[in-house]
């Protein structure tokens, strides 16, 4: 039997009827699909950051929260899809990760560990689906996808090497509004149960745009596509 590629595989799973429905993805086909998805369900965070629990309810919050701001029409398809499977698989490395004695996860470097598994699906089904810029595209939003909470940690010339490795695999295209798509879709996870969370969202959003000397994260049109409050 032949085997699928990652692409034949995400097709299985994810559904595109028109501009008003959009996507539509299938969790019980990725479960199917990639192994890791059902792993997700038994991966447990710290409720003092993810009260929704497992990895997996994490990733399905993301995920149908961006659906739902997707149907806005702020993003091209081609571009909502790559940026739709950054938010399916931004998490998938926290499967690899050590589990503490409290049973939470230990969840630190996660984001390289889903960068590399993602290459590693790209080559070992020999995928034909992708070209190499739109795999760097979705590799790259995986892998900087903690960028919002992490720049202020990072030293100057680490945060500009990884801003510069960013425009480099964009080629021109405003990737600070791909990443707001990303970052809002996780982040409305982790703040929907506390208090005034979108103002804080919001500020940490503006705050990441501000420090790196970009435009505003909000593209002109698309406030209610990106905004928490949508």
């Known amino acids: 039997m032949k085997q699928l590629s990652f692409g034949e595989k995400l097709n299985k799973c994810i559904t595109y009827t028109s501009n008003v429905d959009g996507f539509q993805v299938s969790f019980e086909k990725l479960c199917e699909y990639f192994p890791e998805f059902e792993k997700m369900k038994t991966v447990m965070q710290r409720p003092d950051w993810h009260q929704e629990g497992s990895v997996f309810n994490h990733t399905k919050l993301a995920v149908e929260h961006f659906l739902q701001q997707y149907k806005d029409g702020c993003l091209r398809f081609q571009m909502g899809y790559y940026v739709l499977i950054a938010i399916l698989f931004h998490d998938i490395g926290k499967v690899f990760c050590p589990i503490g004695e409290d049973g939470y996860v230990k969840s630190g470097g996660h984001e390289r560990l889903s960068e590399q598994y993602l290459k590693k699906m790209f080559i070992t089904t020999n995928d034909t689906f992708f070209s190499l810029h739109e795999m760097s595209l979705i590799t790259t939003l995986v892998k900087h996808h903690d960028l919002r909470y992490k720049y202020k940690e ?77």
């Open 154 to 230: 990072m030293k100057p010339n680490t945060l500009n090497e990884a801003i510069n490795e960013i425009k480099t695999v964009f080629r021109g295209l405003d990737w600070l509004r791909y990443f707001s798509y990303v970052w809002v879709a996780d982040a409305c996870v982790v703040f929907r149960n506390r208090k005034c969370f979108g103002c804080r969202f919001v500020a940490i959003v503006f705050d990441v745009a501000d420090s790196i000397s970009e435009s505003s994260v909000l593209s002109k049109g698309c406030e209610s596509a990106i905004s928490p409050f949508a």
